[in-house]
Nanobody, 127 residues
């Protein structure tokens, strides 16, 4: 089992920045997992934000977010981060961290490719 705990959410004004963190615990094999961030706004389906492979060599972004958001990880700290800049009101959502040992390439953009999920952290962007 892998436990994921997100933190860093909150209320921010449009144009501001937030950095989300996701701490992983449990199986050490998670260091070899692709880690992803997804988000879900009220009344909407969960959507892919970004993902990073275990060695940080490959990163994937939702086309609409590339350039404003950046993912990184620190395997020594078993943590993954999401830096969000120039936030917009439409970025308001619950942000979830997820872990996958099996997804590859485009499959890492699908929530179905992830086995473990955190509880989520709320991000609210005011206009």
């Amino acid at each position: 089992q892998v436990q994921l705990l997100e933190s860093g959410g909150g209320l921010v004004q449009a144009g501001g920045s937030l950095r989300l963190s996701c701490a992983a615990s449990g199986r050490t094999s998670n260091n070899y997992a692709t880690m992803g961030w997804f988000r879900q706004a009220p009344g909407k389906e969960r959507e892919f934000v970004t993902a990073i492979t275990w060695d940080s060599r490959n990163t994937y972004y939702a086309d609409s977010l590339k350039g404003r958001f950046a993912i990184s990880r620190d395997n020594a700290k078993t943590a993954v981060y999401l830096q969000m800049n120039t936030l917009l009101p439409e970025d308001t959502a619950v942000y979830y961290c997820a872990s996958s040992l099996y997804c590859t390439g485009y499959g890492c953009r699908s929530a179905d490719g992830y086995s473990y999920w955190g509880q989520g952290t709320q991000v609210t962007v005011s206009s």
